[in-house]
């Protein structure tokens, strides 16, 4: 793509509306090959642009996330860009990877653009890389990119995702690197230590006990009921005891751990 393609993108994106790239795109309803985007561009110059359509915008699309142009994601993403296109699946990824401190302040917002989404919905920001299983976490955690992992965390991140090497983002932070600047080898250790305090394991086996805990806060909370009720009929007991007419001869006998029911004999048979 060149550089007036560029311009030609900012000229129909600026005369968009809504929904119309969604409209446009083969598969979608009133989109197909013969689709045309409506605007004020007619002719030869409408149909360079468009065709084909879903190519060209994706292309575009992933252009400007290279280029970190935060007005055009974002205006692409609103107008209804395919997020769940397959080609789009690193989106995040991309971002994360091309990040550096004259860009970052568009980065994270683009990152944020994304994980938004529209009204077919946002990407996940922690969905894994096919390859290598790395989410834009682990990305940022092994460039020690201190900003991008703050803000991915901000953005619920998981910190204690697990690669297909079995590796975590904190052990990632920790893995210096031959060409780490100063700047760098400083933020491992930074970036380790935040990680830590969002819960960050060093190891697959520690994530996978974390990930056990943090899932049995429900049964937890229910095992907790059942031991107060508990607790509670045995303190009723001798007060039922008492309440019984002593007519009745009555036995106490067991049901199970913890639970005491009263037989009156004669009346209610005791197993």
């Not at 550089?3 to 969604?22: K, M, P, Q, S, T």
């Not at 699309?61 to 609103?78: G, H, R």
């Not at 994360?96 to 990407?123: I, P, Y």
């Not at 052990?171 to 990680?195: C, P, T, W, Y």
Request: with cysteine.
């Amino acid at each position: 793509m060149q550089e007036n393609d560029i311009d030609d993108l900012r000229r129909v994106v600026a005369n968009a509306e809504d929904g119309e790239f969604i409209q446009a795109l083969p598969g979608q309803k009133g989109g197909g090959k013969e689709s045309r985007m409506q605007g004020p561009y007619s002719g030869r110059c409408r149909a360079s642009l468009i065709w084909p359509v879903e190519a060209f915008i994706l292309q575009a699309f992933v252009l400007a996330l290279k280029s970190s142009l935060l007005e055009i994601t974002q205006q692409m993403v609103d107008w209804g860009v395919p997020l769940h296109s397959p080609q789009l699946s690193q989106a995040l990824h991309l971002v994360c990877e091309l990040v550096n401190r004259e860009n970052f302040s568009n980065s994270w917002r683009v990152v944020k653009a994304l994980t938004d989404g529209n009204t077919e919905g946002g990407l996940d920001i922690n969905a894994p890389r096919q390859s290598d299983g790395w989410t834009p976490l682990c990305i940022a955690s092994a460039d020690a990119c201190l900003p991008m992992a703050f803000k991915l965390l901000e953005l619920k991140a998981d910190p204690n995702v697990i690669t297909r090497a079995n590796e975590t983002p904190l052990a990632l932070a920790k893995r210096s690197r031959d060409d780490d600047s100063d700047e760098q080898k400083e933020a491992r250790g930074i970036i380790s230590n935040m990680l830590r305090s969002y819960g960050g394991q060093d190891t697959c086996k520690d994530a996978l006990r974390m990930l056990r805990k943090t899932s049995q806060p429900a049964a937890s909370k229910e095992s907790q009921a059942l031991k107060e009720e508990v607790v509670t009929a045995r303190g009723l007991l001798p007060e039922v005891s008492k309440s019984i007419r002593p007519s009745h001869s009555v036995r106490l006998c067991p049901l199970g751990p913890g639970v005491m029911c009263a037989f009156v004999r004669n009346r209610i048979p005791c197993p």
